[in-house]
């Protein structure tokens, strides 16, 4: 791999730039790989190159039945935090914080993280009491928060309404080191690390079955042919359940569409990224002047990518209250997502009822921000059977009882 | 957005009239089920990828719960029913064997 640095561009540009190369190979599958990835998006390539990088398991490959990056890690609003009130989730999400704060660095590829600061608004008693509560756990989780008043809102963010007739600004949890990234890049980073190790990444490979020898995984159908391998890492988000399915076993998952939406590009104004849960709406400007905004998911299930109007209507609705000078801006994009959600809305990243084959699935409305943390659990998971951050993260939670109760605890949109 | 007709009071209600109630025909387990079967009626889901059933409530018109038969690749519904049973009409039945050949939905084809 040829090395991004300031020495390569002025060396490609005496050259006409005719010196690049390819990110990452485009190789066919071999006949059989010690692991395989199913899902080449944020997760899958960041378990694939902990794989690597950690535990020096480089025979593997990652399938995609589309594009890299083409799912959920190129549809969601880029928000990275990790201020979470159960000690399990502030655990994995505070792991792929830091992980994005030296990510350019470790993979030579710039991520654009920006830590900018995301501050989640108490628009309701309910959510003042509930977000100094988070902030005294996230003092004794090692996550740095803080609960700031009004006025501090305000003068971070100067085009709040924290006035707003119906749901003022009461006070806001900031995590000052939380922020946002490049998304695609993240993959495509991932991606370039993981070819540069020798991992295969093949694209439009959809799995049409998973083979197995009694309780045992031991190779994948694809549209490029059968591949035997010995571990199966299932990462494929919203179909999740159809995969499962192939596999043999149940997961407690439901897939619905979530939606975002950008704005045409305006000049800076709001340099933090601002969620208000209550009203359930979030946004943030993007390095190009778009104002990035997401809600909640549609209620019910969905594999079309596609969402219903009236949720980006009641998004954009509830987020005019609180910042009035977005009245007049046009809406430039909008798009959906397929999640999978499971019954707490928090991941699964667990050993399945097959032997070989693991889960990393469920991270719901919230992935993004995971995704280095993920990876790096899920490949601890593969190589050794056990990982200290997914351990909570097992599918026997449900039955037993052991919920990771977040959504309900801390009342956050993910 | 979509349309579903309240087999109640007939009418063709749009999403925001009605809110989605999730799986339905689920077999309820409770007191002296097994754990497996407690376990998968409380969180295992169908999540099909094509002919789903499902649970509406009309909620912003009689406020009654009906079932639908829906599909959850293309968003057509095959049609509405009257949740007073526990399994889906012939007719519905007929009307998804028509757009898609050899379904199944748990047990039921």
Redesign the interface.
């Known amino acids: 791999m040829k090395r991004y640095s300031a020495f390569a561009i002025a060396r490609e540009a005496a050259r006409y730039h005719s010196g690049w190369g390819r990110a990452w190979a485009a190789p066919q599958p071999k006949a059989k790989y010690d692991a395989i990835i199913v899902g080449a998006g944020g997760h899958g390539l960041a378990t694939a190159y902990y794989l690597g990088k950690n535990f020096g398991i480089t025979n593997v490959a990652v399938l995609e039945k589309g594009w890299l990056g083409g799912g959920n890690t190129g549809r969601n609003t880029t928000i990275i935090r990790s201020n979470y009130l159960q000690d399990a989730s502030a655990a994995i999400y505070e792991k792929a914080r830091s992980l994005y704060e030296t990510m350019s660095q470790d993979l030579n590829y710039n991520v654009m993280f920006s830590p900018r600061g995301v501050i989640m608004l108490a628009q309701t008693h309910h959510e003042v009491r509930g977000y100094q509560r988070t902030a005294h756990a996230n003092a004794l989780q090692g996550v740095e928060t803080q609960y700031i008043g009004p006025d501090k809102v305000k003068e971070l963010v100067p085009i709040i309404n924290i006035d707003g007739p119906r749901y003022p600004v009461l006070g806001g949890l900031w995590q000052p080191r939380g922020g946002t990234a490049r998304h695609d890049a993240v993959a495509w980073g991932y991606a370039r690390a993981c070819s540069d190790m020798g991992m295969d990444i093949i694209q439009q490979c959809e799995v049409t079955g998973v083979r197995r020898d009694g309780d045992r995984v031991i190779g994948v159908d694809t549209t490029k042919g059968a591949i035997d391998c010995d571990k199966l890492g299932l990462v494929v988000a919203g179909?999740s359940?159809?995969l499962a399915e192939k596999a043999g076993f149940?997961?407690?998952?439901?897939?619905l569409a979530l939606q975002a939406l950008v704005s045409e590009p305006i000049k800076p104004c709001m340099d933090v990224v601002v969620m208000a849960n209550t009203v359930h709406g979030y946004m943030s400007q993007s390095d190009k002047g778009e104002m990035v905004i997401g809600g909640g998911t549609d209620?019910?299930?969905?594999?079309?990518q596609?969402g219903?109007?009236?949720h980006v209507e009641e998004t954009v609705r509830a987020l005019i209250e609180t910042f009035p000078m977005i009245s007049r801006l046009k809406m430039l994009r909008q798009w959906g997502g397929i999640v999978d959600m499971?019954?707490d809305r928090s991941p699964i990243l667990s050993k399945t009822p097959v032997d070989g084959i693991f889960v990393n699935c469920g991270w719901g409305t919230g992935g993004f921000k995971a995704i280095p943390g993920s990876g790096w659990a899920m490949a601890e998971l593969m190589a050794k059977g056990h990982s200290p951050l997914a351990a909570e993260f097992s599918l026997n939670r449900?039955?037993e009882g052991r919920f990771i109760d977040e959504s309900v605890a801390a009342g956050v949109a993910h | 957005m979509l349309t579903l007709q309240c087999p109640y009071c007939g009418v063709q209600a749009e999403e925001t009239e009605l809110h989605a109630g999730g799986e339905a025909h689920l077999k309820r387990f409770g007191p002296g089920a097994s754990d497996e079967d407690f376990e998968a009626y409380l969180f295992m889901r169908e999540n099909p990828k094509g002919v789903h059933f499902e649970r509406w409530r009309h909620v912003n018109g009689c406020g009654k719960w009906f079932h639908a038969a829906r599909c959850t690749m293309t968003l057509e519904v095959f049609g509405t029913y009257s949740a007073q049973t526990s399994e889906p009409p012939q007719s519905i039945r007929a009307a998804i064997s028509a757009k898609r050949p050899g379904w199944q939905w748990k047990d039921f084809a």
């Open positions: 179909h359940g159809v149940r997961l407690p998952i439901e897939s209620g019910f299930n969905n594999y079309t596609r219903s109007f009236h499971t019954g449900f039955a």
